[in-house]
């Protein structure tokens, strides 16, 4: 599940494998889109308080429309065969794949620096928060490790 | 490591954008690879070599220099 919904799609696979695999992405977010809006709903009703209920309420048709809007995108640039062809190709070829991770390496990288240096003056200025980004770049660390273990395991 | 793919699409008069459409790269592949900018994988490697109907050594070639598995 994880493979065919996060990792990048496998050079040489053909347009059918790859219409597969753009099939069961769109399905997943398309259960996950209704199921949010389902839960705001719900979340809606149950508020006593006027402004959180509306609060939920924007956040429902937030999702709903913006959700719908990419459903039948999606869904409509599934059956186009030449466009999928052409995102085949850009999606399964090497260079990119290699500039994408190398682009999310250094934006990674930069972001734990910019967080270094956040603590450092946070630490330097006793503030309370600083304590929020120790537990937030603890999680990064954790996240990436449990993430490299699984990936380990799958491919 | 050097290779003759612009060489060798040249003599079958192909385009850069013809060549990339056959081994399904995108254009800016197939100028970074004729370049030497970049080094493609074994899978292709392969498939380029498939296409010219050579051997991948024919098609990359080993600098001195480069350490070669025996």
């Known amino acids: 599940m994880i493979e065919k919904l996060f990792t990048a799609p496998k050079a040489g ?10 099939k069961y992405q769109t399905n997943f977010w398309t259960s996950i889109i209704v199921l949010a809006v389902i839960i705001t709903m719900i979340l809606a009703s149950l508020q006593n308080a006027s402004d959180s209920r509306s609060f939920f309420h924007g956040f429902s048709a937030g ?30 070829d090497e260079r990119l794949q290699e500039i994408s991770h190398q682009a999310n ?17 946070a630490t330097f200025y006793w503030d309370r928060r600083a304590s929020y980004l120790y537990l937030g770049i603890i999680f990064i660390y954790l996240f990436n490790s449990s993430v490299r273990y699984i990936l380990n395991k799958i491919l | 490591m050097i290779n003759r793919i ?41 498939r380029i070599a498939a296409f010219f109907e050579l051997p991948i050594e024919d098609v990359f070639i080993f600098e001195k220099g480069e350490k070669k598995i025996d």
Request: proline content about 0%; overall charge positive.
């Open chain 1, 63 to 92: 999702i709903f429309c913006g959700g719908i809007g990419s459903i039948i995108i999606s869904r409509s640039l599934l059956h186009n065969r030449k466009y999928l062809h052409k995102n085949k190709i850009k999606a399964t």
């Open chain 1, 105 to 121: 390496t250094i934006t990674v990288t930069m972001l734990l620096i910019v967080s270094y240096i956040a603590i450092c003056w």
């Open chain 2, 6 to 46: 612009q060489e060798l699409r040249k003599a079958r008069k192909l385009t850069q954008a013809e060549f990339a459409s056959e081994i399904e790269v995108t254009r800016q592949t197939v100028i970074s690879l004729e370049k030497g900018k970049y080094n493609a994988s074994l899978l292709l490697a392969h």
């Open chain 1, 13 to 22: 696979i053909t347009d059918e494998e790859y219409h597969e695999k753009i």
